[in-house]
């Protein structure tokens, strides 16, 4: 509930005032109980939902906020209106309400700042053709999100908002506010609009079934990231979702039915209609008015385009040194980039101020833990009523009762709100009194509310494990509510199951293990220089390998960013500054032989200019790379005027006879991408085709260039690029992978290309001076690094991350990150924003001076073990090892996560996963069964 | 890199702002805690979490946004 108001100083010293409103709630005092909102009578459009549904005026933004807390909105408030109310204060059970809270004033001293300011969505009213303000059945992508979801207004049940029935056929229509200068303002491409109307469509087939019509109006299909192609092509082929290459005109509300008739002109010129029970607009991202005037206050240059002006090669940098910027006010971008940019600017902040890491942080002191090895269960329950959640249909003190007779229970409370903090204190107090020595709280979901009473039962000198949760609101009262008597009984059984497991439950020690600080980077490339050029900054060394025999990699090749600054003079002063850099060893003609240990504690064998060593290192960070495609087709190898555009840069830069004096161009795209046996789009060939048509046309204005295309795809700014070549005459001739084109080299030498033209519906010729090939970027053969340090490839042999949205330069392998087109093709400021990114999560591990292992994990009772290794195929996170030498299978703790799928695959039940061991998971269901 | 500054590194201070609360925002604020800096996470609204929050499922995974 702030804004900046104001940032002085300068990169490494900031002095900033930022403004705070008054939330009119103790967030000490609020257990999130809801009881404020019950009693509100003011209703409110709710943000959160789009304005589809109403929020009280004392409310929490949704269910799963963080900071779980209320906040009373003081604009909407009946105190606040008119002096009489305060409903929610009188109601509160903690008397958290508090409307003599003022707004205040902050001082913050900082040493680097981060904008990670996002952006708003268009708002379609702003040029209503498409009838939004008309009709309540044409919503935002945003709001359909909403209508989706089973916590938004209609609880996933996919209706329409005028009558609330059901519709059987649904439009979207792409770039609402994006590619569009004349009406909007906002000529680029938002990124993500493609992808989330695909995602709508196919969720909406999911809800609805699949004879739910489901079109989406596009010009081109934009869907150049990671897996992203193949979503595509399974909505279109599995799915049926109808994709209609066109720009609608018009939408136009029908009388009566509620219903939309959508006016379009199909690619081939067509003028149709199409009658729609519900339209969804896909609307694009842009910088909102506040953001725009923050960055004045801060003196942040924008582009024009409004998003925080940045350079390719230094991505995340704003105007302004020190501040950072990252996510959707860079440029309009989906959630894995601004992740990865949301690292790197913690990267560039973590260089800014290596000197100064740790001053400001505080030390937290660990309590001293009770040995109680021979001390029989002391069992302590504590059962919530959770205001009325529970206890308005369990009878609590009846459960409460039932727990005192049940075995080893030394002491039991009824709480009206167990997570209070007044709650914690007196739990403690009661374990030392009452000599409690495990803990049982019948409440809500561990997921939540675990750690919370953890660390409590920690504080009380317990260690944290002896700890159960019986879930008896998600699980019971609210799932039976009409069935109290019943729901009394299940709680008493959860209950009754939890004690029992908890019994069993042994303290589990957690145990440090030191940490190598320093890095090992595989790949010498832009990824690899900058990523160990980032930790060697902050105080990391870096061990550099390079299979060749020097510095640089796939950016030796590349000519020019996407805005056409120069690759090489920043590609040299990058290799100036890694070879001189006292913290990074670089080796040449080097390769890892192997990889043992595991995070913090990596020592790898590596190969380098024929001699063998050792290399130990805290993290990995894997940057090998990827190359251009060497096409196969269209005549590829049978002339000299067939170029790839790495090529054509080449050539245009020399100035090369035949480029020089040719009067026609043409460029493929989609060679080898989003092909049947590459099905992916490469990311960076519409824009680099396009880069080298006005090259082209700068070299000689008269020259015709064609460029043959399946979409084009250039997304954020790039389409500034994309109009300007249409406007400087550059042809654009759309193909399908039905119908490609076909290259002929006739005896003289000369090209000629036979293509389908789509608006005249008849082949088109044309004979070509030179010809580019838009060739797709492809993966080294990964897959024995993969092995080596146990982390998976796609099957086109790039990297697989983490997670696919959250974690997109974290491997489910602690300890191993990777960057730049190793994981995916994409341009160099991608590269360069994720190679910091890998190295931001890489110092997040050596900055730590031990890592803390054990716990709840997995533990093979050797004995049993048959050695068929089953558990070894199925862990996740290649924590089991084979000991070839005594037949058996081993964990190893540190890479353990606790999931327990090799406990449950054993055969033999030879793994015990701590905590969940098979004879507490038996018992419990003795005890459940024995209600 | 280094951008040419009168502060001088030691002189510097060891916390951060991240102005917006996202996932881009938490990100920022996650890895600079983890490595040793004090993070001010400045958000306008009453909760973190931002656009994604608001999100039903996301591409290309399906999984769920919350």
């Known amino acids: 509930m702030a804004d900046v108001v104001d940032v002085a100083g300068q990169a490494g010293r900031f002095a900033v005032k930022v403004f705070q409103r008054a939330r009119y709630i103790d967030m000490d005092k609020c257990i999130a109980c809801g009881t404020c909102a019950e009693k509100c009578p003011r209703k409110v459009p709710d943000e959160y939902n789009s304005g589809l549904a109403k929020r009280k005026a004392a409310y929490v933004k949704f269910p799963q906020a963080v900071p779980l807390k209320y906040v009373i909105d003081k604009d909407h408030c009946i105190y606040f209106e008119k002096g009489k109310c305060r409903a929610c204060e009188k109601f509160c059970p903690t008397n958290a309400v508090n409307f003599d809270e003022q707004d205040r004033e902050l001082s913050l001293e900082v040493g680097s700042i981060v904008l990670a300011l996002g952006s708003e969505h268009y708002n379609p009213e702003t040029y209503d053709i498409y009838g939004y303000a008309a009709s309540p059945n044409v919503v935002t992508g945003m709001e359909f999100e909403r209508i989706l979801s089973s916590g938004g207004p209609f609880e996933g049940h996919l209706v329409r908002p005028s009558d609330h029935q059901e519709p059987r056929r649904i439009a979207w229509i792409q770039c609402v506010g994006s590619r569009d200068p004349h009406h909007c303002g906002n000529g680029y491409c938002s990124s993500v609009c493609c992808m989330y109307a695909i995602k709508e469509a196919a969720l909406a087939k999911e809800h609805a079934g699949p004879d739910l019509d489901a079109a989406i109006f596009f010009m081109d299909m934009r869907t150049p990231g990671k897996e992203f192609e193949k979503y595509y092509n399974r909505a279109r082929d599995e799915k049926g979702v109808r994709f209609i290459r066109s720009r609608p005109h018009k939408v136009e509300p029908l009388p009566d039915s509620g219903n939309l008739m959508v006016h379009f002109t199909t690619a081939e010129g067509r003028v149709l209609q199409e009658e729609f029970d519900l339209v969804v607009l896909s609307i694009g991202l842009q910088t909102s008015p506040e953001t725009v005037a923050l960055a004045g206050r801060l003196d942040i240059e924008l582009n024009s385009d409004r998003f925080a002006h940045t350079s390719p090669f230094r991505p995340v940098q704003t105007s302004r040194p020190g501040i950072f910027v990252c996510g959707a006010f860079q440029a309009p971008k989906d959630i894995p980039v601004s992740v990865m940019e949301a690292s790197a600017a913690a990267a560039e902040c973590g260089e800014l101020l290596a000197a100064v890491r740790g001053s400001r942080v505080k030390q937290v002191v660990e309590p001293t833990e009770r040995d109680i090895s021979a001390e029989d269960p002391r069992i302590g329950v504590f059962v919530c009523n959770c205001g009325t959640n529970i206890g308005g249909v369990v009878a609590v003190p009846e459960v409460a009762a039932y727990a005192r007779a049940l075995p080893h229970v030394a002491f039991v409370e009824e709480n009206l709100f167990t997570c209070s903090q007044d709650t914690q204190d007196k739990m403690k107090e009661m374990i030392r009194e009452h000599n409690l020595n495990r803990i049982v709280v019948a409440a809500c979901s561990p997921r939540t509310h675990e750690a919370l009473f953890q660390q409590t039962i920690k504080e009380a000198g317990l260690n944290k494990y002896l700890f159960e949760m019986a879930n008896i609101r998600n699980q019971d009262s609210w799932v039976h509510q009409s069935m109290p008597e019943a729901a009394t009984q299940k709680a008493k059984d959860l209950v009754r199951m939890a004690v029992a497991k908890v019994g069993l439950q042994q303290p589990l020690a957690e145990f440090q293990l030191g940490v190598s600080k320093s890095a090992l980077v595989v790949g010498g490339g832009i990824a690899g220089m900058e990523a160990a050029l980032s930790l060697a900054t902050r105080g990391y060394p870096a061990t550099l390998l390079e299979k060749g025999s020097a510095l640089g990699g796939h950016g030796l090749e590349l000519h020019a960013a996407w805005d056409g600054q120069p690759v090489a003079p920043y590609l040299n002063d990058l290799i100036g500054r890694v070879q001189n850099h006292r913290d990074i060893e670089v080796l040449l003609n080097a390769e890892v032989e192997e990889v043992q240990g595991f995070v913090g504690n990596f020592r790898t064998t590596v190969q380098a200019g024929g001699k063998t060593r050792e290399v130990a290192h805290g993290v990995a960070i894997i940057a090998v790379g990827g190359r251009s495609l060497e096409p196969e087709e269209y005549g590829r190898g049978q002339s000299d005027r067939i170029f790839v555009n790495l090529e054509l840069d080449r050539a245009i830069s020399r100035q090369d006879p035949l480029v020089a004096g040719a009067r026609c161009a043409a460029f493929i795209q989609c060679v080898g991408s989003r092909e049947p046996q590459r099905p992916y789009c490469s990311r960076v060939c519409c824009s680099h085709s396009i880069e080298n048509a006005l090259r082209l046309k700068a070299l000689n204005p008269e020259m015709d260039v064609f460029i043959l295309y399946r979409d084009i795809r250039t997304f954020g700014s790039r389409e500034n690029l994309y109009r300007q070549a249409r406007a400087q005459g550059v042809v654009f001739i759309q193909f399908s992978l039905e119908s490609k084109p076909v290259v002929a080299v006739t005896d003289g030498g000369k090209l000629q290309i036979t293509v389908q033209d789509p608006v005249l519906q008849h082949p088109l010729v044309i004979a070509p001076d030179i010809l580019t090939l838009a060739s797709a970027v492809v993966s080294h053969d990964t897959d024995p690094l993969a092995k080596q340090f146990k982390v998976p490839i796609n099957a086109e042999g790039f990297f697989l991350e983490a997670h696919m949205k959250l974690r997109p330069v974290d491997f489910a392998t602690d300890g191993v990150f990777v960057a730049g087109l190793a994981h995916y093709p994409k341009p160099i400021e991608e590269c360069i924003a994720q190679a910091k990114a890998a190295a931001s999560r890489a110092a997040t591990v050596l900055a730590r001076d031990s890592i803390m292992a054990g716990g709840v994990v997995a533990l093979i009772h050797k004995e049993l073990c048959c050695g068929c290794q089953a558990c070894l195929q199925c862990c996740p996170f290649g924590a089991i090892s084979y000991l070839e030498q005594e037949s058996r299978c081993e964990v190893n703790q540190a890479l353990c996560k606790g999931c327990g799928t090799c406990a449950a695959t054993c055969p033999s039940e030879a793994i015990s996963l701590l905590g969940f061991s098979h004879l507490q998971l038996y018992t419990q269901i003795d005890e459940a069964l024995s209600a | ?66």
Do not use: N, R
């Open chain 2, 1 to 66: 890199m280094i951008d040419k500054t009168t502060v001088s590194p030691k002189d510097a201070i060891g916390s951060v702002m991240v102005v917006g609360g996202g996932i881009a925002g938490v990100q920022a604020a996650l890895d600079l805690a983890d490595s040793g800096y004090f993070v001010h996470l400045v958000e306008k609204t009453s909760a973190i979490g931002g656009a994604m929050s608001a999100l039903d499922k996301t591409f290309p995974t399906d999984d769920c946004a919350m």
